[in-house]
């Protein structure tokens, strides 16, 4: 338990689909990130929130958009996804950028 | 630019040591970190050392740390099958907050 959860675990979607993933975290940290991993590439950096704000957004496609309202809540709200978005979506979060993160189980998304 | 390297695979008979290599590029690092993922899992902090050290032990953990040649190791004595998982190293890249740019992972097998 690293005091980082996510929901839901898996989620399977149609490519018409609307759907939000949520992380959560109780360890008063002020940065949070999502990562994207899957079996093609390592794991890759999709957004990185400091202090509510988002401070880095790596190119990521606007089928995915992020959504800081406090610094204990990260959504990734999905969109009209593709099947090469199915992946596993770590969130994690740190006391401040820079510092060792702390991640989350992961949600297990399938796009049909 | 900011890289990190591992290898990809490793197998290890069960009882043996295993040693996972990581190389990183940016030389402004203070801590460096290992990450553990077991199957259907999120990362999980598995130690770290400063960068003005050597060597840091802890257990059956052994991280070893050649800053000249920026090479970073981890060792696992007496290695057994819940060793079996995904092993991360981690650095802080350079830029306005040196976030934590992550190797590709390294595949530990541990066979009988």
């Known amino acids: 338990e690293t005091g980082v959860t996510q929901t839901p675990r898996h989620l399977v979607m149609g490519m018409t689909n609307k759907k939000s993933l949520k992380c959560e975290q109780h360890?008063?940290?002020?940065?949070m990130y999502w990562y994207k991993q899957s079996a093609k590439k390592p794991l890759e950096l999709m957004f990185v929130?400091?202090?509510?704000?988002?401070?880095e957004n790596n190119s990521v496609p606007s089928r995915f958009s992020p959504e800081c309202p406090n610094s204990s809540h990260l959504f990734l709200h999905l969109h009209t996804l593709q099947p090469e978005d199915s992946a596993l979506y770590l969130c994690?979060?740190?006391?401040?950028?820079?510092?060792?993160?702390?991640f989350g189980p992961g949600t297990r998304l399938t796009v049909l | 630019g900011e890289d990190v390297e591992q290898s990809l695979f490793l197998s290890v008979r069960e009882g043996d040591s295993s040693v996972i290599n990581c190389t990183y590029t940016?030389?402004?690092?203070?801590?460096l970190y290992w990450y553990k993922q077991e199957p259907g899992a999120g990362l999980q902090l598995l130690t770290y050392?400063?960068?003005?050290?050597d060597m840091k032990q802890d257990q059956r953990l052994t991280v070893l740390l050649n800053k000249k040649d920026k090479h970073l190791s981890l060792r696992i004595a007496d290695t057994q099958t819940g060793d079996s998982a995904i092993y991360f190293c981690?650095?802080?890249?350079?830029?306005?907050?040196?976030?934590?740019?992550f190797g590709a992972g390294t595949r530990l097998a541990v066979h009988p």
């Open positions: 994690a979060s740190s006391v401040l950028l820079g510092n060792e993160q702390f």
């Open positions: 360890l008063g940290h002020n940065a």
């Open positions: 929130y400091s202090l509510e704000e988002r401070v």
């Open positions: 940016d030389s402004s690092s203070t801590y």
């Open positions: 050392i400063f960068s003005n050290m």
């Open positions: 981690a650095a802080p890249g350079s830029g306005g907050y040196n976030k934590l740019i």
